[in-house]
């Protein structure tokens, strides 16, 4: 499933069901960014990739946000930013962060950037 362009190199961004510690994720990622285990089982870019643009589903997991969905995703590569949920620890209030694409990381919370109220939409 084709999810949009890439930021940075204007490939096809990818949804493709993959796995994280065992548990099923999706991974979001550019068709010029592949990665591969090499000989001492280093998991790396492959030789003919040229980008880096990679993003799992489960990026935003220690700020208790279980899932990055293909709808947000293909959102943000639409509109170059998104608002998310973000939850602190049990029994915390959830808070909303602007989220923006990043070519190292996949993507980045912009945390000095306040949400206006009226712009969250639930
Ligand atoms: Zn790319």
């Known amino acids: 499933m084709i999810l949009g362009k890439c930021p940075y190199c204007k490939g096809s961004v990818h949804a493709i069901k993959s796995s994280a510690n065992g548990k099923k994720v999706n991974l979001y990622s550019c068709e010029n960014a592949k990665k591969e285990y090499d000989d001492s089982e280093q998991f790396v870019f492959t030789a003919d990739s ?6 799992y589903s489960n990026v935003f997991l220690r700020w208790n946000k279980r899932s990055f969905s293909k709808y947000e995703m ?3 590569l639409e509109d170059e930013q998104i608002i998310v949920r973000l939850h602190g620890r049990a029994g915390t209030k959830e808070y909303f962060k602007y989220v923006i694409t990043d070519k190292e990381y996949g993507v980045s919370i912009l945390w000095d950037e306040e949400v206006e109220e009226k712009l969250i939409s639930s």
């Open 50 to 55: 040229t980008c880096t643009f990679r993003v």
């Open 74 to 76: 293909k959102k943000l």
